[in-house]
């Protein structure tokens, strides 16, 4: 038996945790693992957070800070339903809870990979002229901060998912059936999450006086402007 | 010194021939699947996590039941997403578009199930009527059910776009997903029927596809708005289609495109 720690001092715990130790976690009616995971995406996720919305300013810092678990809980809510069906029909037979909390956890490493990411990000922001009057869209500096902050958050969810696909194999027994969940969970969560984002813009810079969410929070959506971009590109 | 001309071996052929797959576990061999689908909660359960048991009730005799609960929840389902999908127009759309999405989606079934048994009896398949009206109702389960998985998404998309084609092309890829996984059932299913061949269900499977898109093209609007109920032009599918994907090589979307 794997006894899950009661206490939060058990972070290096589950980080180190194998996959058969987390998988018995899983399979356990325990609702601490949920709670945990939840813990660690608001610690890991809040102060990678308040990094990039600091560049523009500390207030923007601290919605940031309150978005970007947001919406990591947001996206691991609206497919939990959609998780927990595909993953039984994919071959992997665990219940709606169990899903969940596997989504919960991948999510709760990409957080505390985040959360450690913090202060290197927080060194960058540091270096890059701050926004002004004058910065654009286009701006180098704005350019920088995007594609730095979007290569963390892409690494960690590299990692988050590399230690999922362990734990998935696990519970399936089988490599194919492993890698077809994972594959449909990250193809979801990538789908509804960049919408989610997309409603809770601006994270980093957002060109008007600050605020929670922007002006028009619900027009247009993520692959419409992807969309709209190429068009113009191509055509 | 020898001149002999030495014929080389043959080389080895292999007469590789696939191994025939082996026959899929009987029916009904495990205790589970055996025990009775008493409730709706029950089916929704069986068909996601057990299809072999659904699969299994569905032969037995008398499974008026069953399939009669099984409707009742596509119904149900269908209505439900059809709210969703009616909140991109809201108005008339809230109710226009689940009867329309729950009654197409019935009446695709009914006209294709005739085909069905027919090409089911002809590829020398065992089974009866009510068996494969049984499949048919738990294909369309498991879709809707899938569909309903879908409609957070769906609802967040409707909330953010003002375009109808983008939408209409959305929810046409939810339920492309939540058929196939639909269809896959059945064709698990129609293994143990013992039919000679898979070509017939194959050639259904085309046909259920094609008249459940066109049912979208017959009964629209079920995305965007219109003065009337029903169309008042007949069109093709892929007429249709293409003339909702001519505004978007323009600039500005025609106002029929949007919200």
Redesign the interface.
């Known amino acids: 038996m794997h006894p899950f720690p009661a206490h939060l001092k058990s972070v290096d715990y589950f980080l180190r945790a194998e996959p058969e130790g987390l998988g018995a976690w899983l399979v356990r009616r325990d609702s601490r693992l949920i709670w945990f995971c939840i813990l660690a995406v608001v610690v890991g996720a809040a102060p990678y957070g308040a990094v990039m919305g600091c560049w523009w300013s500390p207030l923007q810092g601290l919605y940031v800070a309150i978005k970007l678990p947001l919406l990591v809980l947001l996206t691991s809510l609206?497919?939990g339903?959609?998780n927990?069906?595909?993953a039984?029909?994919l071959g992997l037979?665990i219940t709606f809870r169990q899903s969940l909390t596997a989504v919960l956890v991948s999510f709760a490493y990409a957080a505390l990979v985040l959360g450690a990411f913090s202060p290197v990000g927080l060194f960058i922001v540091w270096n890059t002229p701050p926004p002004s009057l004058a910065t654009e869209p286009s701006s180098p500096a704005y350019a920088l901060m995007q594609l730095t902050l979007v290569v963390f958050i892409a690494f960690a969810g590299v990692v988050g998912n590399l230690r999922l696909l362990p734990l998935l194999r696990q519970l399936a027994g089988k490599r194919s059936v492993a890698r077809k969940v994972l594959f449909a969970w990250l193809a979801?969560n990538l789908?509804?999450g960049s919408?989610?984002c997309?409603?809770l813009r601006p994270f980093i810079w957002g060109g008007h006086p600050v605020s929670f969410i922007g002006s028009h929070p619900?027009?247009?959506?993520f692959?419409?402007t992807v969309f709209s971009a190429l068009?113009r590109v191509l055509? | 010194m020898s001149d002999t001309y030495r014929v080389p071996p043959p080389i080895p052929t292999l007469s590789v021939r696939p191994a025939p797959a082996p026959p899929p576990e009987p029916l009904g061999t495990r205790p589970e699947e055996r025990e009775l689908i008493t409730g709706p909660i029950a089916a929704v359960e069986a068909i996601?996590?057990q299809p072999r048991r659904v699969m299994y009730q569905v032969r037995q005799p008398g499974p008026g039941r069953l399939i009669l609960r099984m409707v009742c929840i596509v119904i149900f389902c269908s209505l439900v997403y059809g709210v969703v999908v009616g909140t991109f127009s809201n108005g008339v759309q809230l109710w226009a578009a689940p009867a329309k999405i729950a009654g197409g989606l019935l009446i695709t079934a009914l006209i294709c199930l005739p085909s069905l048994y027919i090409f089911t009896c002809l590829s020398g398949s065992q089974a009866r009527l009510a068996e494969i009206c049984g499949l048919l109702a738990g294909m369309l389960l498991?879709s809707t059910?899938?569909l309903?998985?879908?409609a957070?998404?769906a609802w967040?998309?409707s909330?953010?776009?003002?375009?109808v084609t983008?939408m209409g092309a959305l929810h046409l890829l939810f339920w492309f997903i939540a058929t196939a996984?639909g269809l896959r059932f059945f064709a698990n299913a129609y293994a143990h029927s013992q039919a000679r061949s898979q070509v017939g269900l194959n050639t259904w499977m085309c046909i259920f596809v094609l008249v459940a898109v066109q049912m979208t093209t017959a009964l629209r609007p079920i995305v965007g708005t219109a003065k009337t109920f029903l169309p008042q032009e007949k069109k093709f599918f892929l007429a249709h289609w293409g003339d909702c994907l001519k505004p978007?090589?323009q600039d500005s979307p025609t106002p029929a495109l949007t919200r």
């Open positions: 609206g497919n339903l959609l927990g069906m595909l039984p029909l037979n979801g789908f509804l919408q989610i997309w409603v619900f027009q247009g959506n692959y419409e068009r055509f | 996601l996590r498991l059910l899938l309903i998985g879908f957070p998404v967040l998309f909330q953010s776009t003002e375009s983008w996984f978007l090589t």
